[in-house]
């Protein structure tokens, strides 16, 4: 992380002054696939506390300069990179979204149709329709309420609830607990009388499945991201399989495509090889390790492009940066495999 970080403040100080093209011709690597969650020029409270989203006009200039480098792939053409070994005779990139947030279909999917990019969106089948929210975004929600409603720090059953925790502050706790501890995020909202299901109600912060018809309609492809956003390294390989098993069940029940795809939330790191045995029919499965070579023929590596203190163009030249690192010690592929 430290690198990463260290990459960043790099390209964005010489960044200009590195050719993104000189840097596929350093390492060889012509296909990028950047992802995001969400794009947003409002005050999202679900996602504030967690990180910055980008602005349309910093998305805009991220698709900008990833057009002028690279160019656009549908999904039919990332088949055939898979089919080709993951090589490529020219730059191009395929863009895609996580968890299926309403602001795919507000905001993202309009710009990217005028500008003739292709997409695909990554579901998780708990929250579509809002029928549930991401326990992380119910973290996020009542940090802004200990922000809001200072008396909820007096509260004396809230003062007992941080007892039972390791931090001191409700909003420290909140940021740290795991998929495993998601029961606490619920406990403490009922504690301060926050009620998640009239925020879903209100704000309505997923897609409908009416919308994830219209945008398939328009030639987006939608792809499985879990049940309800674990982190697949802490859950039994039999968990993994189920929440996989039905984000991609929903899919083929209520989407009319082709090819079958899923995203890990969070991240493959340990995951082992015999989740991706199991699921060696489907199509396309891509992590989140930035730019990483992977032994797995359908098993693909994404880049994160959600750091609003840096541009795209600046993430996409430290990954470079860093793979040509990693290049030097010989760690510049993906080795999550057992």
């Known amino acids: 992380m430290l690198i990463r970080k ?74 055939l990179y898979r089919d080709a070994g993951h090589k490529s005779s020219k730059p191009s990139f395929f863009l895609s979204f996580d968890d299926g947030l309403k602001e795919f279909y507000e905001i993202i999917a309009p710009i990217l149709l005028k500008k003739g990019i292709p997409a695909a969106c990554f579901l998780n089948a708990a929250f579509i329709d809002n029928k549930d929210l991401f326990y992380r975004y119910k973290a996020s929600l009542l940090c802004e309420n200990f922000l809001k409603q200072n008396k909820d720090y007096d509260n004396p059953k809230v003062k007992e609830w941080v007892k039972n925790h390791k931090y001191k502050s409700p909003e420290k706790i909140l940021l740290s607990l795991p998929y495993q501890k998601k029961e606490d995020i619920d406990a403490l909202a009922l504690l301060v009388g926050f009620d998640f299901k009239s925020y879903l109600a209100v704000e309505k912060p997923y897609m409908t499945s009416e919308q994830i018809s219209k945008l398939s309609s328009q030639g987006f492809s939608f792809g499985g991201h879990s ?112």
């Open 6 to 79: 260290t990459l960043l403040s790099a390209a964005s100080l010489c960044g200009g002054g590195i050719s993104v093209r000189l840097l596929i011709k350093m390492t060889g690597q012509k296909v990028i696939f950047p992802f995001y969650h969400v794009v947003s020029d409002a005050y999202l409270s679900h996602i504030h506390h967690l990180y910055r989203p980008k602005t349309t006009f910093q998305f805009i200039k991220d698709l900008d300069f990833i057009l002028k480098n690279y160019n656009p792939m549908d999904i039919k053409d990332v088949i």
């Open 227 to 338: 049940i309800d956003h674990p982190m697949y390294g802490s859950i039994s390989l039999s968990e993994q399989i189920r929440q996989t098993a039905l984000s991609l069940d929903w899919l083929k029940d209520n989407i009319d495509q082709k090819y079958r795809m899923f995203a890990f939330p969070f991240t493959d790191f340990g995951v082992k090889s015999s989740f991706y045995k199991h699921f060696e029919e489907v199509d396309l499965i891509f992590g989140t390790a930035g730019l990483k070579q992977t032994a797995v023929k359908n098993h693909l590596q994404r880049i994160a492009m959600e750091s609003a203190d840096f541009s795209g163009e600046n993430i996409i030249k430290a990954e470079y940066l860093h793979y040509v690192l990693k290049s030097m010690v010989g760690k510049n592929s993906f080795s999550g495999y057992d």
